[in-house]
């Protein structure tokens, strides 16, 4: 039988550490976002640790904290509006009218991170609710006429 050569094992080992330095690298952050870059409607600020803050853009309403965030939004008939649910329990966007007789709009459940968008067609002020928090979890639309050119 034949001796196998010791340089072999001795040289298999730092290979093997050095392949795998590689693949941990590559797949633990070998790329970075460049400070101040947007992501979707989150910006990246840079901390000690990384904080996401976020600000609504114009048609979008923000569910966090119990709140709709703006509580008012006014914007042009023809507009779509989005609400997104950054909370981690469920919520819903609800208006009624006549006495809670007639749905004018219903979300349905929206679970953590789910959106909800809706297009105003008619000018007029929606007040709108959560239909878990029917007394606390308020807003409202105020949709105008778009400006004559």
């Given amino acids: 039988m034949k001796n196998k050569p010791k340089y072999k094992i001795w040289l298999s080992i730092p290979l ?20 101040g870059d947007d992501v979707g409607y989150l910006e990246a600020t840079a901390e000690e640790d990384t904080v996401i803050s976020a600000t609504p853009l114009p048609n979008e309403v923000f569910i966090e904290d119990n709140a709709f ?8 008939s023809g507009t779509d509006v989005h609400w997104i649910n950054f909370d981690d329990i469920r919520h819903t966007v609800t208006s009624v009218e006549n006495g809670g007789q007639d749905t004018v709009f219903n979300s349905g459940i929206l679970e953590p991170n789910d959106t909800f968008t809706l297009e105003f ?13 029917p007394d606390t979890l308020n807003g409202f639309i105020i949709v105008e006429e778009p400006p004559q050119q």
């Fill in 121 to 133: 067609l008619e000018t007029g002020t929606f007040p709108y609710f959560d239909l878990y928090r």
């Fill in 16 to 35: 093997t550490l050095l392949f795998m330095l590689s693949v941990s690298l590559i797949y633990c952050g070998g790329e970075e976002q460049a400070e």
């Fill in 69 to 76: 965030l703006p509580e008012s939004l006014t914007v042009y």
